[in-house]
T-cell receptor, first 115, second 114 residues
Framework: DAGVTQSPTHLIKTRGQQVTLRCSPI?????VSWYQQVLGQGPQFIFQ???????GRGNFPDRFSARQFPNYSSELNVNALLLGDSALYLC??????????????FGPGTRLTVT | DAKTTQPPSMDCAEGRAANLPCNHS???????VYWYRQIHSQGPQYIIH???NNETNEMASLIITEDRKSSTLILPHATLRDTAVYYC???????????????FGGGTRLMVKP
């Protein structure tokens, strides 16, 4: 089975622009989470979605938004990009549900560079 | 979720066992211990998790002390490909939150040397 896939792999944007990152979870997984990893630090939680509903939000500004589609894929949107948004953006999928916890499986990430 | 403390770096000789410690003295009864690793510039990889019993899978063993305040991840025969940052994470158990977020600390940078 395919693992978590993310697109694009790399992206270069200019300050003030907007960006959309995409994630496809492992088949059968209904929960998707997004993380931001700045160089030299561990990943930081941004959002979690389960069954198309937001189930968790980290300490990120409203410029960050996300959604989950009926096929459980997800998009992360970042508006008004700042230089500090340059990071590796990771998507993780898990089965989700109340009988967890379930291990999360990460994709390879999207490397965003803001200039 | 409880915080964890890990040494920032460790070395291990290739072929020897790598023992990575983690302190989680404030862990509560329904919190699990998870281990992930991250090889340079890749997404984190799930290794193993446990509640209070020792666990073993094809990648590693997890030893949790009886008081659950610390744990050790054991890679029985480390190879050069095991060089990575290893994260110990404590996370709450079943809830209505459908999965729960992972809180990553600094991790331990394991260097396996020939």
């Amino acid at each position: 089975d395919a693992g978590v896939t993310q697109s694009p792999t790399h992206l270069i944007k200019t300050r003030g622009q907007q960006v959309t990152l995409r994630c496809s979870p492992i088949s059968g997984h209904k929960s998707v989470s997004w993380y931001q990893q700045v160089l030299g630090q561990g990943p930081q939680f941004i959002f979690q979605y389960y069954e198309k509903e937001e189930r968790g939000r980290g300490n990120f500004p409203d410029r960050f938004s996300a959604r989950q589609f009926p096929n459980y894929s997800s998009e992360l949107n970042v508006n008004a990009l700042l230089l500090g948004d340059s990071a590796l953006y990771l998507c993780a999928s898990s089965r989700g549900g109340n009988r967890g916890p379930y291990e999360q499986y990460f994709g390879p990430g999207t490397r965003l560079t803001v200039t | 979720d409880a915080k964890t403390t890990q040494p920032p770096s460790m070395d291990c000789a290739e072929g020897r066992a790598a023992n990575l410690p983690c302190n989680h003295s404030t862990i509560s009864g329904n919190e699990y211990v998870y281990w992930y690793r991250q090889i340079h510039s890749q997404g984190p990889q799930y290794i193993i998790h446990g509640l209070k019993n020792n666990e073993t899978n094809e990648m590693a063993s997890l030893i949790i002390t009886e008081d659950r305040k610390s744990s050790t991840l054991i890679l029985p025969h480390a190879t050069l490909r095991d060089t990575a940052v290893y994260y110990c994470i404590v996370r709450a158990g079943p809830s209505n939150n459908a999965g729960n977020m992972l809180t990553f600390g600094g991790g331990t940078r394991l260097m396996v040397k020939p």
